[in-house]
């Protein structure tokens, strides 16, 4: 149904398959990273001295943002290992490990002790090559009241939405890695994140998309991002809406 009657091959294997080694991650290849829970009450984590003349123990609490958050503070006393500026704070995120789509990273650029310190005065963080990924989410299972519902899969499956994409199981045969995308997911636009390419941050499988359905991709992305829709996805979409109304 949907996607799934004109697409037939959705994964392909990686090769070569360079394991553990986030930096040699592919465009499209799916790789299990921590990924964010979004919550409208972001929570600050507020850290203080335990007393004011001891820098070694410290006291912390959470709390909701508040308006008082992210101002200079002249009462705040520095605190050891945490470097944290005079508009900075911590904070608290709830996060778990989802597979994900490398869409692509930073070209490295190789500059010798000398050249870095003339051109960006000593700041290596000006030249990372951190990832950009597209997270996975999961579909309703019947026993167990999360993921996407099945109606509204059946929606994305038809591509009635830019930010949602469907992809099935992965049943590709041989793989090295011990977690593939087994179950079905889709994949939200909506979420693309930025994350560092060390390890264990990044666990990379050797799976990928297929090549055209990562085309497929793309073009969502594209229309996502600067409202721009591809001819072929402006036509493989109305072929997929007419047979969504036909159902």
């Known amino acids: 149904m949907g996607i799934s009657q004109i697409q037939d091959k959705f994964y392909e294997k990686v090769h070569?398959?360079?394991?553990?080694?986030?930096?040699?991650?592919?465009?499209?290849?799916?790789?299990?990273?921590?990924?964010?829970?979004?919550?409208?009450?972001?929570?600050?984590?507020?850290?203080?001295?335990a007393q004011r003349d001891d820098h070694n123990n410290v006291k912390f609490k959470f709390t909701r943002?508040?308006?008082?958050?992210?101002?200079?503070?002249?009462?705040?006393l520095p605190i050891p290992n945490i470097k944290?500026?005079?508009?900075?704070?911590?904070?608290?995120f709830k996060t778990k490990k989802r597979p994900c789509i490398f869409l692509g990273k930073a070209e490295d650029?190789?500059?010798?002790?000398?050249?870095?310190?003339?051109?960006?005065k000593g700041k290596k963080h000006l030249f990372t090559t951190d990832c950009l990924f597209l997270p996975i989410y999961s579909t309703h299972k019947e026993d167990l009241q999360k993921g996407f519902p099945i109606e509204f899969v059946t929606r994305i499956k038809h591509f009635l939405y830019s930010h949602l994409l469907y992809l099935p199981s992965c049943n590709l045969k041989n793989l090295e890695t011990l977690r593939p995308p087994k179950?079905?997911?889709?994949?939200?636009?909506?979420?693309?994140?930025v994350t560092s390419p060390i390890v264990p941050n990044v666990?990379?499988?050797?799976?990928?998309?297929?090549?055209?359905?990562?085309k497929i991709l793309k073009y969502h992305v594209k229309e996502y991002l600067f409202k721009e829709t591809d001819p072929n996805?402006?036509?493989?979409?109305?072929?997929?809406?007419?047979?969504?109304?036909?159902?």
């Open 203 to 214: 666990s990379p499988t050797d799976v990928m998309l297929e090549s055209s359905y990562f």
């Open 84 to 92: 944290l500026g005079a508009t900075e704070e911590l904070m608290a």
């Open 65 to 76: 943002m508040k308006a008082s958050h992210f101002q200079k503070n002249e009462e705040k």
């Open 183 to 193: 179950n079905e997911g889709i994949v939200r636009l909506d979420r693309l994140f």
């Open 109 to 120: 650029i190789n500059l010798s002790e000398g050249d870095l310190k003339k051109l960006a």
């Open 16 to 49: 070569p398959f360079k394991s553990g080694d986030p930096k040699s991650l592919l465009p499209g290849q799916i790789a299990w990273v921590p990924t964010q829970f979004f919550d409208g009450n972001m929570i600050v984590v507020e850290v203080d001295r």
């Open 233 to 247: 996805l402006k036509d493989l979409r109305e072929l997929l809406e007419e047979a969504y109304n036909d159902l």
